[in-house]
Structures are given as C-alpha cells and as structure tokens.
C-alpha cells in the first residue's frame, strides 16, 4: 500500500508541475513581469504549499523537530538534489541579478534563521514575525525593481492564455502538488517508520525529499519546455520560501523548539554550506553558468549529507 501511495503521488506531482508551469508562463506574459519573478512568487509559493501544511501539521501536534527537519532538509534537496538533476541535464546560463539579489536573500535568510535558533535552541513567535514580514519586503522589491536574471532563449514558443485558463492551472496545479506530496509523504513515512529512526531524522531525509519532488517535478518540466528562469527561479524562490513563509507563518502560530541538538550542530550547518557553495559554483570553473560539472559537486555534496546524517 505505502508503494502505491508513492506512485500516486510521484504522478499527481507530474501533472501538478506541467499545469503550475502553464499558470506560471501565462501569468508572466499577462502582467508583462519577468519569468523568474513569476518562479520566485507564484511557482515557489505553490511548490512549497507541502512544507508549509507538514510543518504547520507536525508543530501543531508538537512535533517541532519533525518540523524543523522537514525544511532544513528540503532546502538542502533543493539545492543538492532537485539544481543537480537540473543542471545535470541541461546548463544554465545566469546573468548578474542572480548573485547581486537572488542568492544573497537566500543566504541571508539562512542566515537569520541560525541565528535565532543557535543561541536558545527556539523559533520563537516574534521572530517568525520578523521572518514573514522579511517576505513582505523581499516580494514588494522584486516587483517593483528587480531585472531578469536568467535569459529566456524560445520567447517565440510562449503563448498567452486567457484569464480564467491561467487561474484553472493555477488552481489545479497547486492542489494536485499539494495532494501528491500528500501520498507521498504517506506512502514515504510508512516505509521509514518501521525502521524505527527519530523524527529529525524522517523529517531531514525521507519527508524533505517527498517535500521536494514538487520543486524538482515543476523544475523539469520547465527545462523540457526551455524555461529555465522559472526552474532556477522556482528553487531559489522556494527555499526562501521555506525559511521566511514556512516558518515564520509556523512559528508565529507555535514556537518551535529543538528536542534534537543534531538538527543546530549538523542539519542547519549543512543547510548554510550548501547554500554559500552555489555562489563560487557560479564562476568557477565557468563563469555566469551552471553545467555538469556543478550539478556532480551539488550531488555529491548531498549525497554526503545523507551519509553522514543516516550513520
């Protein structure tokens, strides 16, 4: 049964990225914004609905470190896991807007995170307020200043759709991503849980990862289709998203509070490395770009993180 929740979930994730991918393109041609503002906002919001309804669900029945976990963990796959596979498959060329806004926001709110937790081992409720209303500000400047970071290079190929099709999409993807990491979250767990591991340890491996296939379902789907601004804009975007909506949204409501010291002495550090690398990986060995090359060393480093995290 738990095998048969994943399939189900693996193909509403599917169709929930094609449909979101429409949604998000039709949104962009619309409002005459760029792409990979539309990836930062619309997309990550959407993608990262799993993370929000998991952690909210786990603090809420007191369950913080599951909560935790869950986010550090996605952040982690996202960069790891979901930009690998990517880049793996097709380069990405990234222009200035990348490292002078996008990377930095997300770094910083890394940043600020760690800092909350390191000291007192808690999320408290005005922080996760200072955190949401980071969000406030950080959308409000894409908005209104903000250039394409990433060249679309098949303009020709998009096609603008009516109102309410764009809003269907919308609607239907958003629900079928959300319902698909449901049963994969179900089907995921149910297998992990009769190995009798903690919570951390579900949250920051097995949940993170289903939590990401929506990231990593949209995110292909726009590189098949040559939109590449939404698919990093998306990954970037959402784990900021994590951070600053996720939980600040949870924490405002419950504070979080850390049962496992593992989650502030590894996960969190891990988190913080693999975000700092994606900077230096955007020159070297090849400026303004990410190839093959990259998405092995995002691999590996993942793959480290789930050695050393399951040992």
């Known amino acids: 049964m738990n095998f048969v929740l994943l399939l189900i979930g693996f193909g509403l994730l599917v169709l929930g990225g094609n449909w979101l991918l429409k949604s998000a393109v039709g949104f962009s041609l619309r409002l005459n914004i760029p792409k990979i503002l539309v990836g930062m906002t619309i997309v990550s919001f959407a993608t990262s609905a799993p993370e929000l309804i998991v952690s909210l669900n786990a603090a809420l029945n007191n369950h913080a470190d599951f909560a935790l976990g869950n ?3 996605s952040n982690i796959a996202n960069l790891g896991f979901v930009l690998a596979i990517i880049i793996l498959i097709s380069d990405i ?15 910083i709110s890394s940043l600020m995170l760690y800092f909350f937790i390191v000291f007192d081992g808690e999320l408290q409720r005005y922080e996760g307020i200072i955190l ?12 209104k200043f903000q250039k394409p970071a990433i060249v679309d290079e098949f303009p020709e190929d998009d096609i603008e759709l009516p109102l309410y099709k764009n809003l269907l999409f919308l609607s239907l993807g958003g629900v079928a991503l959300w319902g698909g990491s449901e049963f994969l979250i179900k089907g995921a767990v149910g297998l992990a849980s009769n190995f009798n591991v903690s919570e951390r340890i579900i949250g920051v ?4 990862i289903g939590t990401s296939v ?7 789907i726009a590189i098949v289709k040559k939109e590449k601004a939404i698919s990093i804009g998306n990954i970037i975007g959402s784990n900021v998203f994590n951070i600053l909506v996720v939980l600040g949204l949870t924490s405002i409501i419950t504070p979080l509070k850390v049962i496992d010291p593992a989650l502030i002495t590894n996960d969190i550090i891990w988190m913080l490395a693999i975000s700092l690398i994606i900077l230096p990986l955007n020159f070297l060995p090849t400026k303004m770009k990410f190839s093959w090359k990259e998405g092995i060393i995002l691999l590996g480093i993942y793959i480290a993180f789930m050695f050393t995290t399951l040992l």
């Open 214 to 220: 929506p990231e990593l379902a949209a995110s292909l």
């Open 93 to 107: 060329n990234v222009q200035d807007g990348f490292y002078k806004i996008d990377w930095p926001v997300m770094m």
């Open 205 to 208: 491996t097995v949940v993170s």
């Open 132 to 143: 949401f209303s980071s969000i406030i500000v950080f959308l409000i400047y894409l908005l």
């Open 71 to 73: 986010i550090m963990g």
